[in-house]
């Protein structure tokens, strides 16, 4: 194909030092794929985190649903849906996540300033998201090292009816990387959006698709460094690839931008 014609040029990872306003913007609109920050974590703020983190024990997500296996440190709203509904039990598991991470006796909270960070510029601060009036999970720490498969996240599609106490306009996935494999674990993102063609090539009862689905559709890929967040539009298909040499734990939850411009995050 002429090169001229193969390159969306709003598809595109952008790398800043913050996360600029008008970045977030850009995210929203369409105007570029991901927001890559290096550096937003210091060394030390990450050593914290991990190390707490490296004495604990991760769960799995839902045997059924996410092969490879994925650990997790929190509780994810994904593994709690229930014809199309949050399920009671979600609420009983944010509770006892939020115990265990105030277990790690860290000296901050990181899922509270990973959101005054990602909100230093805007007008509204950034808020865990409500539901029912009730406060929904921070956030959670994952550890795919065998990857993610190609997926998307949509929780307009994903839940009937309203998902959070807001008017929605769009969803981000906000990561921020505490530990990196020497090799693999990059994050590979494709221009291509859920099609319900799509389904055929998605096993029964997995969160993944098999990789047949983005077909030839530009992509690029994104290998995060430590410290660093990346926020991106996760309607575009991504994958996380697996790692090899060290383990790949990154903080993850949800972001959603309402009707006023305010970001809202869920785990
Ligand atoms: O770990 C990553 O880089 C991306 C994980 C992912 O699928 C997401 O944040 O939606
Ligand atoms: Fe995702």
């Known amino acids: 194909m002429d090169p001229a014609y193969d390159h969306d040029p709003f598809f595109e990872p952008v790398i800043a030092d913050r996360f600029e306003r008008r970045l977030i913007a850009d995210l929203a609109a369409g105007r570029c794929a991901a927001i890559r920050v290096p550096g937003f974590f210091s060394p030390d703020e990450c050593a914290l985190v991990l190390d707490a983190l490296l004495k604990v024990e991760f ?39 939020r115990r265990a991470w105030d277990d790690l006796k860290l000296p901050f909270d990181p899922f509270e300033l990973c959101r005054s960070r990602l909100g230093a510029e805007l007008p509204q ?5 409500r539901h029912g009036g009730r406060p929904m999970g921070a956030g959670v720490a994952r550890e795919p090292n065998q990857g993610f498969l190609v ?54 009862g997995s969160y993944g698709f098999e990789e047949s689905v983005v077909g ?16 991106l539009d996760p309607r575009n298909f991504h994958a996380v690839r697996p790692s090899n040499g060290g383990r790949r734990i990154a903080l993850g939850f949800s972001v959603s931008m309402t009707d006023t411009g305010q970001l809202l995050t869920w785990g």
């Not at 996410?66 to 039990?89: A, C, H, L, Q």
């Not at 020497?182 to 799509?198: I, L, M, Q, S």
Request: charged share 30%; aromatic share 12%; hydrophobic share 35%.
């Open 59 to 97: 769960a799995t997500y839902g045997r059924q649903r996410v092969r490879p296996e994925v650990m997790r440190f929190g509780v994810g709203v994904s593994d709690y849906r229930k014809n199309g509904t949050i399920s009671d039990d979600y609420w009983t598991a944010v509770d006892e996540s």
């Open 125 to 129: 601060p950034v808020e865990v998201a």
């Open 151 to 204: 997926h998307f996240d949509d929780a307009q599609r994903e839940f009937s009816g309203p998902f959070l106490d807001a008017d929605i306009i769009c969803q981000f996935a906000f990561n921020l990387y505490l530990s990196v494999p020497d090799e693999g674990g990059e994050t590979v993102v494709w221009r291509h959006r859920w099609h319900p063609a799509d389904d055929k090539h998605k096993p029964a």
């Open 216 to 231: 030839d559709a530009e992509s690029f890929h994104m290998r995060p460094r430590t410290g660093e967040a990346v926020l």
